[in-house]
């Protein structure tokens, strides 16, 4: 198998990802993890990986839905009351309900802990592996991995994009700061209970932080509506383009009759990224013993979203930037990259959020993901805009050459 060859029918595979994607999107509609979508649309991906793997199999898992996402509206609701507690003069409690609301955004967003799940019921998913033995002794392992699932709508992507983001972002960040500030002035200036409105204590200082808070307070209730959980996406790029790239590379090599001597693929198919790396933290644990084995070298490449031509990325710093993936696995994706003539692809840190790739580098498994999305964010970015007909077959067929290459130059030199 040359690159050369590769690049020739290159154009086949990546009409197979666009017509896979939208037979996907037309007949099972947006995917939120454990929705009906979700379950009609595993019986394509069982379907689609039984036709190009050696075997595939559905491992089931338990999550909960809405809980990850629900730390903006949780935390918007603390605030609100801290804010009114603040105002009559509890400035203790106002404090303590701000740490816990800066508790919950740490912990759930930018360490993807699953703080919340206890309050919320849990619901069965699964996801879908497939699996491509080596004809020889398996010397090597490489995972392909794109998330099943689709977001709920962020309301204010798709209304005003990335101005109304970053308002509802800095005003959340301008809100805890000052009830800190504010809790603690009023604490060591009237004491820690003072049953009278702030604005009657003499204090100016405590009534500025008040007045501050006061105003802040339609941007809390705007915070409340940040993911619309009754509008789950069709998520066309946002990921079925990372699931099928991934089929397509083990549809080429079965429609070739290339079968890898001493290296095993693995087509990984997980659920509940847009709800925390669920799928992707349950496939990791699963299978940490088996990933870890020294005596097959391992590697996981996330693909995700892979639709901006001009912004194709390697994530190197991971879930908002407090995990580092693999080095060696982003070489060698920038330098499968450059054999299939793509010279331009940054590895760098995903701007806020994360990848599937993270949840393996934790359990001690090299890896790293590939993306091609505008970090604006994009419009199309968890709104309904996410549809099969803006697909990119120019950067479909880049996603899918590098993927290919990346698997080829695995297979011939595993990790530098």
Same mark, same amino acid.
């Given at each position: 198998?040359?690159? $050369? ?30 929705? $009906? ?44 009351? *801290?804010? !009114?507690?603040? !105002? ?27 703080? +919340? ?8 998913? *699964? ?23 689709? *977001? ?8 005003? @994009? ?15 700061? #000052? ?8 604490? !060591?200036?009237? =004491? ?9 204590? @003499? ?6 932080? @008040? ?30 383009? @990372? ?25 990984? +198919?997980?659920?509940? $990224?847009?709800?925390? +790396?669920? =799928? ?9 013993? $088996?990933?870890?084995?020294?005596? !097959?070298?391992?590697?996981?490449? #996330? ?114």
């Amino acid at each position: 198998m040359n690159s $050369e060859k590769i690049s020739d029918e290159i154009g086949k595979y990546s009409s197979y990802v666009i017509e896979k994607i939208t037979e996907v999107c037309e007949k099972c509609g947006p995917r939120a993890v454990c929705s $009906e979508g979700d379950k009609k649309a595993r019986k394509y991906f069982v379907r689609d990986a039984e036709e190009v793997c050696d075997e595939t199999t559905v491992e089931e898992f338990r999550c909960s839905d809405k809980a990850f996402m629900s730390w903006v509206s949780v935390g918007a609701t603390l605030m609100i009351t *801290a804010i !009114v507690l603040f !105002v009559f003069g509890m400035p203790v409690i106002s404090l303590a309900l701000t740490l816990l609301t800066l508790f919950f955004i740490v912990s759930e967003f930018f360490f993807y802990k699953q703080t +919340l799940d206890v309050f919320f019921r849990k619901k069965d998913t *699964a996801n879908v592996i497939g699996k491509i033995k080596s004809s020889g002794e398996t010397k090597r392992r490489i995972i392909l991995c794109g998330h099943t699932d689709s *977001a709920f709508e962020w309301t204010y992507t798709y209304h005003g @994009g990335r101005p109304a983001v970053a308002t509802v972002i800095v005003s959340a960040v301008v809100t805890i700061v #000052a009830a800190i500030a504010g809790s603690v002035t009023a604490i !060591v200036s009237t =004491g820690i209970f003072n049953p009278s409105v702030i604005f009657s204590n @003499g204090n100016k200082a405590v009534t500025v932080f @008040g007045i501050v808070l006061l105003c802040l307070i339609p941007f809390m209730i705007a915070a409340l509506f940040f993911c619309n959980f009754k509008k789950p996406v069709t998520g066309a790029n946002d990921n079925l383009t @990372g699931c099928y790239i991934s089929l397509a590379v083990a549809k080429y090599l079965k429609d070739n009759n290339i079968r890898l001597e001493n290296t095993e693929i693995v087509i990984a +198919l997980v659920n509940g $990224e847009e709800s925390g +790396l669920r =799928g992707s933290k349950d496939f990791a644990k699963r299978h940490k013993e $088996e990933f870890t084995d020294k005596n !097959v070298e391992t590697i996981f490449v #996330a693909i995700d979203t892979i639709h901006d031509f001009d912004f194709m990325k390697i994530i190197l710093g991971d879930m908002n930037g407090t995990v580092k993936n693999d080095k060696r696995v982003a070489n060698l994706i920038k330098e499968s990259g450059k054999k299939a003539g793509y010279d331009k692809i940054d590895i760098g840190t995903i701007d806020l959020g994360s990848t599937d790739a993270a949840a393996f580098s934790q359990i001690g498994v090299p890896a790293a993901s590939f993306i091609a999305m505008d970090p604006t964010p994009a419009r199309y970015y968890h709104t309904r805009l996410d549809t099969a007909d803006i697909l990119d077959e120019k950067t479909i067929r880049a996603g899918l050459e590098i993927a290919m290459e990346t698997v080829l130059q695995f297979d011939k030199n595993g990790l530098k």
